[in-house]
């Protein structure tokens, strides 16, 4: 209509003109020619839009890491962290659905129903060598049978700072993951050289014995015995005898406990290197002690 001409001056009307006749703002006819004109917008899906790779490229991604990690099972957290330390950012949302639609995860067992808990309270430290956790696994060697593993293991960072094997589970074969640890950590093996430090332990023959209870008042540690029929109050060493068995003792086989023993301490140097801790923002053991500032009165945060 702006567009047309008056028969008595032959000029067009504008559109300012008709607008006052029509009482209507120009912004309002230039909103409706605009959406006369313009193709409609394609409807999209609201939320977060996905990451610039296709899930295809992304899930080759995600097998690359999965084949070049020296770990069995990587779960999605873990490779969505190092997907980020290559700079390939995504979210875990999706490493997940594609992990899965790939079946790519780890298989899970599923967790019996349990009964009201004794242990409340949080086993986590504010600082290295304030609380370490030991206890024993079993597994076979081919030419000597049965071998009992000891290991000890650092509240605050997860580090592994003792592991064991002897053919016997014995109360003193149960010290040495301690005695190594102690020498490493407070660097000597004298009376009273590790006050400060608590061990928390089950309630097995080889941790309850004079033996075991003696050495640490020897060294000066605290024992911190976990409640009966609570694992959960020995969880750190429990948790790292689980990655143990599905990283080293289920995986290979051994001929004797001697081949076991250095298996063991390699693992030890290869987990505190290379094992990644999401509660560490994905570092490792040695990393996590690494970012710590040792302070001579570290607060103990547990039940």
């Avoid at 990451?51 to 080759?60: A, F, N, R």
């Amino acid at each position: 209509m702006s567009r047309t001409a008056s028969p008595i001056t032959g000029r067009p009307y504008g559109v300012q003109r008709v607008a006052r006749v029509w009482e209507l703002a120009r912004s309002s006819l230039y909103a409706a020619w605009q959406r006369a004109t313009t193709p409609a917008p394609t409807l999209q899906k609201r939320g977060p839009k996905r990451g610039i790779l296709p899930d295809g490229e992304l899930l080759g991604h995600i097998r690359r890491v999965l084949a070049q990690s020296p770990w069995l099972g990587e779960g999605h957290r873990k490779v969505w962290a190092k997907l980020r330390f290559e700079g390939l950012r995504t979210s875990k949302a999706r490493v997940l659905r594609l992990m899965r639609e790939a079946n790519l995860l780890a298989p899970q067992r599923l967790g019996a129903a349990r009964g009201p808990r004794v242990h409340d309270g949080t086993i986590l430290t504010a600082a290295p060598d304030v609380m370490w956790g030991t206890d024993l696994t079993t597994t076979v060697t081919l030419d000597e049978g049965g071998a009992s593993v000891f290991v000890a293991i650092d509240h605050c960072t997860a580090e592994c700072v003792g592991m064991h094997a002897a053919g016997r589970a014995t109360r003193f074969e149960a010290l040495e993951p301690l005695r190594q640890g102690v020498a490493e950590r407070f660097g000597a093996y004298a009376p009273s050289i590790a006050v400060g430090l608590s061990v928390r332990h089950d309630n097995g023959s080889q941790y309850v014995s004079d033996a075991f209870q003696d050495e640490l008042v020897f060294l000066g540690i605290t024992s911190s015995p976990s409640f009966v029929r609570a694992p959960e109050g020995n969880a750190c060493a429990e948790r790292f005898i689980r990655t143990l068995k599905e990283q080293l003792l289920w995986v290979k086989t051994f001929r004797t406990i001697e081949e076991l023993r250095e298996a063991l301490l390699e693992f030890k140097r290869r987990y505190n290197e290379s094992w990644m801790l999401e509660r560490h923002g994905y570092r490792t053991p040695s990393q996590a002690r690494a970012s710590f500032a040792l302070t001579s009165s570290p607060v103990l945060a547990y039940a």
